[in-house]
Each structure stands twice: as C-alpha cells, then as structure tokens.
C-alpha cells in the first residue's frame, strides 16, 4: 500500500520536474552558445501564433519554426534581445509577446486585479468598523424606573 | 440602513453586467480565438519571391504598388482550406476582374504547379515561398491566408482562413468598387 503510494506521488510528481517540452530542433541551434542561450531566453518570451498559449520554443508548429529561425537570423545579424521582439511585435503585434506590454490598452489587465484587491480590503475595514460595538447610551430616567418596576416583580 | 438594501442589488447588477458581455460577444460574432492583424492600413511589406510557373519572371515590389488593387493569396497544395476558396478566388479573377496573387507556401513548386493544373490557375502572378521567409515578413501564421492591397500599395483586409462567400461581397468587392 505504501509502496503505491510511493509510486503514485512520483508519477504526479514526475511532469513538474521534467524540462519543459522543448521543440527547438538540433539543425536550428546556433554554434555560438551565448547567441543561442539569448535566443533560448527570447523564444520563451515569443507566442507561436497559431497555438493560443505556446511559446515558439515549445511548439512544433511549422510556424514556430520559421520564427525560431528568423530569431536566430536577428541575432547573427547583430540585434539586441528588445530589437528582435520589435521586429516579431510589427509582423505579428502585441499578440506574440507571452508578457503583455504595459500601455493604455493593457491598463485593465493590469491594474484591474490590484485595484480590486484595493477595493475589497476597503470594503472589509470598512464593514469591520462599523461592527464595533459602541457602549449603549445610558438609560434615560423613564426607562430606569420602568426597570426598576420590572425588577420589583 | 437603505445603503445596505442596495448592496443586496449588487450581485445581480454584476449578474446584468456580464450577462450583457455575454450576449454582445455571441450577437457581434466577436472572435476571442482571433490574433488580429497588424498589417491592416499599414504599407504592405516588400514583396519579392520566385516565379511559380517556369518561364515566368520573378514576383516583384512594384506588383502590389501597381497603382491598381490586388489581392495576394498565401496557399499550399497540401492545405485543404485552400481548397475550398479556390472557387471564389477564381470568380473574382474572371468575373469581377481582380488581379491575384498567389504565393504557395511550404509547398514543392512541383505540387503547387500540379494543384493548380488540376484545379485551374486563378493567379495572374504567382510565386513560391519553400522556407516561409517572405511570409514571416507578412505577420502570416498559416495557410490560406489573403490580403487586400489598394491602389496605393496600403494593406486593407486580411483575411486569417479560407475567404467565404461573404468576406468576398461584404468586404472585398466594396472596397474594390470604392477605390477603383
């Protein structure tokens, strides 16, 4: 029974502690490791553009292919990491980046979820002090003497 | 105590409020699935790819900045899509006169020619793009795809997907008859 269990959790376990699925063929890599580690790092950041939630790094897409390339082809040439994801953004737009840039556009995506936060912890301080249990006002000197007759009972 | 009684409307208000997303999304035929284009009202991106036909000459830039609207078409023999616009991309060249452009995309020239012969040949200029290089330069993400290009050498449509019967009379024939 232990033993199972054993069995069991290493089997859940076993897909987080494997690489990632790599799809970055041998005959794409570059012989330079530093160009090809920028290009590992930039292909992670890049979305395959017909796999809603892939990176070009993970997909084996013919499509992925080609940009892996042309990422490859970018930094030969002698761009930066930022100037190659321009050159995906004007071909394929904002949509390519895994990380959504920060801009009007995006103000919702981004701050939406911090705002909320903001709101509910408002709401709750809020709804908490108003919990707080005031002293009653004294009684007045009717409802002591009708308190008193009550008592007498 | 009356802010209370309106803080029970609250649900259902967010009820309303999504449910109104909701419907507009389904009645707009808003596409979440679709990646959009950046190309559209951008000038279109230099063109230059082998002839597809032996004895044709090379596929140029001054094609698609002719003075007169073309449309390109990115297609492959092995796309089965492509094969359900064809018709529609042979009407418009014989009927309503369009210039087309065909681009065969990681397709063997062999094949691409061979579908063509099958099918009949829509394309005035055709072309072929074995490494998907000239495609990469056109945001393309696939096979089929279309783009419209005016006379002034500006992307106006693209289409991701073979074109139906109603990208061609809602949105390519008007902008056609618009410019000419």
Redesign the interface.
Known sequence: MRALLALLLVLVALPALAPAAQAVEPSEMLADPALEARARDIGRGLRC??C?NQSIDDSAA??AH??RR?VRERLVAGDSNDRVFAYM?????D?VLLQPPFKGTTLALWLGAPILLLVALAAILLGVRKRVVRPPPPLSAEERERLAELLKR | MRSNRLLFLLPLLTLLVMAGFFGWSLLSGRDP?S????MVGRPAPALAAPALRAGDPALTDSLIRSGKPVLLNFFASWCAPCLSEHPLLTRLAERDGVTVIGIAW?DKPDAARAWLKKLGDPFKYAGFDL???I????????VPETYLIDAQGVVRLHFRGPLTERDVSDRILPLLKAGS
Request: charge should be negative; proline fraction near 0%.
């Open positions: 553009v017909v809603q013919e499509v080609d940009m042309a953004v004007a071909r394929y737009g949509y | 699935a990646i959009g284009s950046v990681k490494e998907g290089k495609a990469l330069d056109w945001g393309l993400s696939g």
